[in-house]
């Protein structure tokens, strides 16, 4: 009996190991493809109150996955005061607008050796209503190495009693790994990738609270569908 299972165990393995490597190398000769992930979360703040924890870069820690600090790079307000230098002094360069380019410093001691940073450009951005981000750079590769386009996007639809958060995330794949995860377990490939923590940002009641607890991987979190 012991020799049987032993055995079946054995060919079980190697089906499975066989499998692994088929997929990895139907991964690596198959096309790039498109990636989608959506999640819906209800809140019962408003819009203008999640705005509170939108519009000013200094306020993304409190709910995004293990972010250490936000800074705008670039953004059309400060061109136009570079170009009019009298307006800097009344200038806050924490405010989002469309077209900021911001730098977003990741800090996640638990899973990963050293901090990294991210390159975002604002694509999108209606107060109370929209935040679309493109990802344009990663200092670690970890993103940019599976994908070329990676898009994380929040809408925000007033509900009796509150709002719907609506997350989105879009990429496209250009390495195998990418492909091969993305057509097995896209959800969760897409899930590990995408570093707003809307779960968190449902519930922050105090626009200016802080939160000291342990951060996680990115992800959507375990909020309701």
Not at 127 to 148: A, E, K, V
Not at 177 to 186: L, M, P, V, W
Not at 189 to 208: A, E, R, V
Request: proline share 5%; aromatic share 10%; hydrophobic share 40%.
């Amino acid at each position: 009996m012991k020799k049987f299972f032993s055995g079946f165990y054995g060919r079980l393995s190697a089906a499975i190991l066989g499998t692994l490597i088929l997929g990895m190398a139907i991964g690596a000769r198959s096309p790039d493809l498109d990636l989608y992930f959506a999640r819906n979360i209800p809140t019962s703040l408003t819009p203008e109150r999640l705005e509170k924890n939108i519009s000013s870069v200094t306020r993304w820690p409190q709910w995004f996955f293990s972010l250490a600090k936000v800074t705008t790079l670039d953004s059309p307000t400060l061109r136009l005061a570079s170009k009019q230098p009298g307006e800097a002094t009344h200038l806050d360069s924490s405010l989002i607008e469309k077209g900021s380019i911001l730098k977003l410093e990741i800090n996640s001691h638990r899973f990963l050796a050293k901090p990294f940073e991210l390159i975002a450009e604002v694509m999108e951005y209606q107060p109370s209503h929209t935040l679309h981000l493109n990802i344009i750079n990663d200092s670690s590769g970890r993103l940019t190495r599976l994908f070329d386009r990676l898009e994380w996007r929040l809408d925000f639809e007033a509900k009796e009693g509150g709002a719907m958060i609506h997350a989105q995330e879009m990429a496209h794949t250009r390495h195998w790994k990418a492909r091969f995860f993305g057509r097995i377990a896209e959800r969760i490939l897409m899930n590990q990738t995408f570093y707003p923590d809307i779960i968190k940002l449902s519930g922050l009641q105090h626009p200016f609270a802080i939160d000291d607890g342990p951060k996680a991987k990115g992800g959507f979190g375990t909020g309701s569908d």
